[in-house]
Each structure stands twice: as C-alpha cells, then as structure tokens.
C-alpha cells in the first residue's frame, strides 16, 4: 500500500503479537476503546464525475493500552478507514503502536508513533518529525506514523528549571508521504509557458545512509515560563519538487527529498488573562548536494533555500460568556523571513494573520465551536474554517466541519492558489465506547 | 452530678469564650496544621455531572496529590530544605478514565506561594499540553461545576479570614469562616465555609461571584479518618445555584502516603 513500506508493517504486527502475549507475564490494566465514525464531505465544485466530488469515508479506530503501573506500557491504536468513492484513501496501518518502558524520571520506547511539537494554534513551524497524508487532505494532512526510538529523561527541579525534560529520538527507517494522483482531487498539475505538467509517480528518495533522522529537545518551566527547544537533522519528511523530462518528453513534476536542519524553539507564558505563545523554526539545507538533480527550469537547485519561520500570538479567555460558557480568542501572525514564491520555496503562510474564537458550552454534552480565518497580508487570499462538534446522546457525537477558501487568480506559486477551490462541508456521526479493566 | 455542675459550666462557658475569641485565620491556620503531615493521596473517583434539565453524564478519574516540601512532602523528611528560589507549594495531578473522549486527559496543578498558581491541560487527542491562563481558571473544569481554580489547593496565604459566627449544621458545631481572595483573577468575591468545631474540617461552602451574588454551595460528606488521624470527605457535591446544574463527585478507593515524588508531578508524567 502506497507510503506503508515493510518496517511499518513488521513493527505494527511485531507490537500487536507482544500485546497478545503481554497479559501472560505482567498484570495491572487494560484500556480498550472503540471509536466507528462516518462522515460525508461535500466539496463545492463540481468536477463533473462522481467518484471525486464527493468523500464518503467509514472509519473504525481501536484504542489498547496495556500498563503495569509500574514500568511497562503497550500502547496500540490499530485502525481501518475506507472511502467508498475512493480506495486510494482507505488505510489499514495504525499510525501509533508503541512499547514504553519508564520510571518516574525517564522512558525508552519504541515503534509507530506521531510526535507533536509547537505550541501555536494556527500553524506549528517546528512540528517537521512525521511525514503528511497529502493523498488524503492538503489543507490539513493528517500526520502519518513514524518509526521512532526515543529515550527521556526528567528532573522534577534542576536549578532554576522545574520540570526540565531531554528526549533524544531516532527516526530509522524514510517513508516517503503519499501524494495525490492526477485523477484525485488535488492533483498536482498545471502549466508553464502553456506546456502542461502533472505528477511523477515516482519519489526520488533519500541514500541509504541519509534516511536516519535524529532529533532532540530539551525543554523547562523557569517560573512561569514554558521553553522548550528543538532540533532535527535528517531527512525533511515531506517532499519538495522539480521539473524534469520524463522518457516520453513530458514534462513532470518530480516529488524528491533532501536533508534538512530544523532549529526551533517554543514559548509559551499566562500574563494575566492572556497567554502568550511565540514559535519558531530555523530550517537549514546547506548540507545537500548543491546539484543532486537535473534542474532543466530552474536557475538554482530545486532544494529550497534556508528560511525561517515564526508563529508569534496570544490567546485570551473570557469565561461566564453568553450563558455560562468559555470564549478563547486567539490572535496570531504567521511570518516567514523569505517572502519568494518560487518552485523550491513553495510553502504556505509567510506572511498572514490567524483569527481564531473557541467558544466551550461547558454542558454535559461537551458542546463546542471553532472559527479560525487565515488571512494574508498582501494578497486576497484567505482560508476559514469552523468545527462545532457535539454529543447527541450518551457517547454519540455529530460534528460539522467546513473550510472555505479564497484563492488570488493572480499568483501561481501560492499553495492556497495553485490548487482549485477545494472548500467544503463535512458531517460526522461517531461513536466511543471502552472499558479499563484490571487484570490480575 | 451536681459536683461537677459547675465545673462544667466553666468548661463550657470557657470553651465558648475560646471559641469567640478564634479570629478566622486562627481557624484556618488550625485547618491546616490538622490536614498537614499526609504527604502524598491517590484517589479514584467518580464524577456525575447534572443538566439543568436533569440530563446526567458519567466520568471516571483518578487524583493524586503530594503535599508541599517541608510537610513531608516529596518523600522527604520535614527537616529538608527545599529550594528557597520558589517556596514549596503542594502539587496535584488529575487523570480520567472515563468516559472514552476524555480518556488520559489530564490536569496538572502546581500551588506556588509568591505567584500565581500554575496549571496544565493535556489533550491527547490534540497531542498537545496547553497552559491555563489566570481567566481561563475561573472557567468550567470538562464542564462539571469545579472550576480549575477549585482544583488548586487553597493557599492560606492568599486570602483574608473573618470569622462571622458559629452554628450547626448537618448536626455538627460548626465555625463560619468568610474568606476573601488577594489575589486579582479569582472567579470569586468571596467564599463562606462551616468548619466543624471538633476537627476542623470543612462541611459546607458557599461560593460568590464576583458581583457577590450567591454562585454555588458545596457539600462535603461522608467525612471518613484515614490512617488513624487524617479525615477526607468520601463525596462532594457542588450545587449551582445560577444555572440549576450539580455536579456529584465520590471517592471509591482512596490511599494515603504511597511514596510519590515530585518527579510524578511533571509535564512528562502528565503526558505518560
């Protein structure tokens, strides 16, 4: 299956045959959770056939958690998702099946895992360690699991620090991410000088040797102040692009991978009411090879050039808010210090401001809604999106879910722009149940 | 019998002069020296949330807590020292089990003497752990009638007593003790509390807000020792009297001193 190459299968089935056998030899708890869900996602243009207008996606997510409580953990969510108008979204892998071994100051673990970094709402810089989903969604990719090993470690107070934290991980094995076909809705085709272009299939990945990804981040609270700083050398997990010429004289758009540096940061402080959220990530590929390919159209090689990228924001809550709710307001700017909009520098938000309300119920039902509008500063685009998600009965949720997007005719090079206007609804029925059990 | 008559008319009369002449703080300080030396607490408790409409839902948690250092707390002796940089506050950690869409969410909670009390939310779905802001501590705790501020522990530091009066209630003697918050982002202008005379737990709260309306009452029952010398309230009910909404927590199993460390209490604990 595309993206899923065997070390993820042999560490998915390698951790779930240990879950198996796990109860025999230890005794403390079982969790288990099971979560079916359906959803239908309406896009608003019509592309005329059926099949891609429309997303119609049955999913069936699994959750076991096996812990000693004193220093062993098997943490596995298997799962099964099929759009019955497109196979080529349905995914069978889970993206987490982990193996943890921990004491009160550190753990060590091992398998499928997706890493969060960032403590921005809009957009998260530092947030490079797993791979996308773009055959899936581009405006929001799911994060894919990665094959990691990692190792942590804690001190409760270390001089001025509480809570100060090292994790070292290793990232063995290079996926590449999946992409969408030229018959999905979010092909990557177009034209330049009037000649067409559309998507080679096939991923120019990384050597053997330059695959191992490593990161580190050491983070701590100094008074009231959460740090925390990161670093990832290794492959960028997400392609950039290149032209070429492929046998038959077409031109395509070749998906290839390079090494990249990342040096972030994340800070995050309550003044008051408000809190204060700044990050950033520093992204260096002064390592690769200058000309690892055949750049025919561009004047430079295609690996995009050193940028760094800044989230700085503020969120404010007001509470007792029309009827007994929790409004946040979040206000953040999204900056790059590269502004071209080339081919290799083809990323989203280098200079927009984000808007965001959350507004909480606060009833039995867990009732909540979501706005967020991304606008850019120079241009006319802008992107909204809203979710309002609600319990309807016992565990039952419905949720509804839409992005509208407002794309600039006049810029090419833009994300937002290049693809059509792929604004849509969504609605959500789901359903969680589970138990935690105590085994002896 | 009449013996003794008025020995115990001395008595009583002398321990009702004590008992007038307690100013609040005293209460309150005598609270404190009574619930102080447990140093650590585990907890499993269930929550029951009640509409305003009757609609109920269910939640399951678990509750840890290690008392501040220099209490016994941090498994260490009394006589340690702990850092003089940040003065030692106690430190709570709350992780649910049910229902499944809040499963591993978890709260943790740091009292600090000189500053404003920190707190963390974690959101495993998100992946992510989120500060709670000074406003964002007077809102609703997963939509019961606990705020996050009632989640702290009570510094006695950080507010001013004033005893009113004392009566019974729920068939105990009780001080009423007012308390109002120095500090600026308390959801509250003011709390009342019945702390019984004979040990000086707290049965009853009535909360305010900040216009000095009446908010909420808690009742604290069940009042169960533990180990032979600490008493815990094995149910609390919070009565909303604004909204009509209640929220119902009880205790099911509860265990005092299980040698926790502060190292339990960190962010890697919560995320765990």
Request: proline share 5%; net charge negative.
């Amino acid at each position: 299956m595309k993206g899923h190459p065997e070390p993820c299968r042999r560490v998915a089935w390698f951790l779930f045959a240990l879950f198996l056998i796990w109860p025999s030899v230890a005794s403390a708890y079982l969790e288990y959770k099971i979560e079916p869900s359906f959803e239908h996602l309406s896009f608003f243009l019509n592309r005329g056939e059926y099949r891609i207008n429309d997303q119609e996606t049955f999913e069936l997510k699994f959750g076991f958690v096996y812990d000693n409580e004193k220093n062993f953990k098997t943490d596995l969510q298997p799962r099964f998702k099929i759009d019955f108008r497109d196979f080529s979204r349905n995914r069978y892998l889970p993206n987490d099946a982990i193996l943890k071994y921990y004491q009160a100051k550190g753990e060590i673990w091992g398998g499928l895992q997706t890493i969060t970094w960032g403590v921005a709402e809009s957009f998260n810089p530092t947030d490079i360690i797993n791979r996308r989903d773009f055959e899936d969604n581009y405006y929001d990719p799911e994060k894919l699991g990665e094959v990691i090993g990692g190792f942590k470690y804690g001190w409760n107070q270390a001089g001025p620090f509480d809570s100060l934290t090292l994790t070292f991980m290793v990232l063995p094995f290079f996926q590449e991410a999946p992409l969408p076909e030229d018959d999905t809705r979010f092909p990557l085709t177009g034209s330049i000088g009037g000649i067409p272009y559309s998507l080679f299939e096939d991923q120019d990945k990384m050597g053997t040797p330059q695959s191992v990804g490593g990161a580190f981040e050491i983070s701590a609270t100094v008074k009231n102040v959460d740090l925390s700083f990161h670093f990832y050398h290794g492959p960028e997990r997400n392609p950039g692009f290149q032209l070429i010429i492929d046998d038959n004289g077409a031109l395509r758009l070749q998906p290839f991978y390079y090494l990249i540096d990342m040096i972030g940061f994340n800070l995050e402080a309550p003044v008051g009411n408000f809190v204060l959220r700044f990050e950033g990530a520093g992204k260096i590929m002064s390592f690769n090879d200058p000309r690892p390919h055949d750049i025919p159209f561009e004047d430079n090689n295609a690996v995009p050039s050193n940028h760094l990228q800044l989230v700085p924001g503020f969120d404010y809550t007001f509470t007792d808010f029309a009827g007994k709710g929790t409004m946040r307001f979040i206000f953040e700017y999204l900056g790059e210090i590269d502004h071209s909009t080339s081919l290799r520098d083809f990323r989203p938000f280098k200079n927009d401001l984000f808007v965001g309300f959350q507004y909480d119920f606060n009833n039995t039902r867990s009732t909540q809604l979501k706005l967020g509008v991304i606008k850019d500063l120079v241009n006319q685009e802008a992107m909204m999106k809203f979710e309002f998600d609600t319990k309807i009965y016992r565990e039952l949720k419905f949720a509804i879910e839409g992005v509208f997007v407002h794309r600039d005719s006049t810029l090419q090079n833009s994300p937002i722009s290049f693809f059509d206007n792929n604004s849509y609804l969504l609605g959500r029925f789901s359903y969680a149940f589970g138990e935690r059990v105590e085994v002896k | 019998m009449m013996r003794y008559f008025p020995a115990i008319l001395f008595f009583l009369f002398t321990g009702m002069a004590h008992a007038q002449s307690l100013s609040g703080i005293e209460i309150m300080k005598e609270q404190e020296l009574r619930n102080t030396g447990y140093r650590d607490e585990k907890s499993i408790g269930q929550m029951l949330l009640i509409g305003s409409h009757g609609e109920k839902t269910e939640r399951e948690f678990e509750f840890r807590k290690l008392e501040k250092s220099g209490a016994g707390g941090d498994g260490e002796a009394a006589s340690v020292a702990r850092s003089s940089r940040i003065p030692g506050g106690d430190k709570s950690l709350i992780k649910f089990i049910k229902p499944v869409d809040i499963q591993r969410t978890g709260l943790l909670s740091y009292q600090n003497k000189n500053r404003n009390d920190d707190q963390w939310l974690f959101l495993p779905a998100m992946g992510k752990t989120k500060r709670i802001s000074g406003a964002g501590k007077s809102g609703s705790f997963v939509g019961s009638e606990f705020s996050y501020e009632d989640l702290i522990p009570p510094d006695i530091d950080k507010y001013d007593y004033r005893f009113v009066k004392q009566e019974s209630f729920g068939g105990s003697d009780c001080f009423v003790v007012e308390s109002r918050p120095r500090f600026t982002d308390s959801a509250y202008s003011k709390t009342v509390s019945w702390i019984r005379t004979d040990n000086y737990q707290t049965v009853k709260t009535d909360f305010y807000d900040l216009k000095e309306r009446p908010l909420k009452t808690a009742l604290f029952e069940n009042l169960t020792l533990t180990n032979n010398r600490f008493w815990r309230p094995l149910k609390i009910s919070v009565k909303n009297h604004q909204n009509n909404k209640q929220t119902d927590l009880t205790i099911s199993a509860l265990s005092l001193d299980n040698g926790f460390k502060g190292d339990d209490f960190t962010q890697m604990a919560l995320e765990r």
